[in-house]
Nanobody
C-alpha cells in the first residue's frame, strides 16, 4: 500500500509541470488526497487537497490561481498541475492521504506518524 509522487523536474520561472500521485495496493477513490512540499531547511507545508469525489478542493494562498489539483479515480491517480512557476516553488513535493475537513493550512496526513516517501523534486530557476 503506497503512494508514489512523480513528474518533477527543472523548469524556468513561468514554466509548467504536472505532478502525478499514483496509488498501488489500494484504491484512492474513498480518500481525500493532498499535496505537500518541503523547501530546503523548512517544514512540510500543505499545498493543495481534493476530496474523494473530486468535487471539493482547497489551495494554499501562495499557489491559488497557479496550481490546480484534480483526480482520475479510474486511473487511481491524483494530479497537481502547476503553472506560472516561481523560484519559491522549488521544493520536494509529496502526496498523501489526508483527513477531512479540507484545510490546507492545517492539512494532516491520515498516517501522520509514517515516514515521508521520496517525493519528487521541483526546481524552478529565475
Amino acid at each position: 500500500v503506497q503512494l508514489q509522487a512523480y513528474g518533477g523536474g527543472f523548469v524556468q520561472a513561468g514554466g509548467s509541470l504536472r505532478l502525478s500521485c499514483a496509488a498501488s495496493g489500494f484504491t484512492l477513490d474513498t480518500y481525500a488526497t493532498g499535496w505537500f512540499r518541503q523547501r530546503p531547511g523548512e517544514e512540510h507545508e500543505g499545498v493543495a487537497c481534493i476530496s474523494s469525489s473530486g468535487l471539493s478542493t482547497a489551495y494554499a494562498d501562495s499557489v491559488k490561481g497557479r496550481f490546480s489539483i484534480s483526480r482520475d479515480n479510474a486511473e487511481n491517480t491524483v494530479y497537481l498541475q502547476m503553472t506560472n512557476l516561481k523560484p519559491e516553488d522549488t521544493a520536494v513535493y509529496y502526496c498523501a492521504l489526508v483527513a477531512y475537513p479540507l484545510d490546507v493550512a492545517g492539512m494532516r496526513r491520515l498516517r501522520d506518524r509514517a515516514p515521508w516517501g521520496p517525493g519528487t523534486q521541483v526546481t524552478v530557476s529565475s
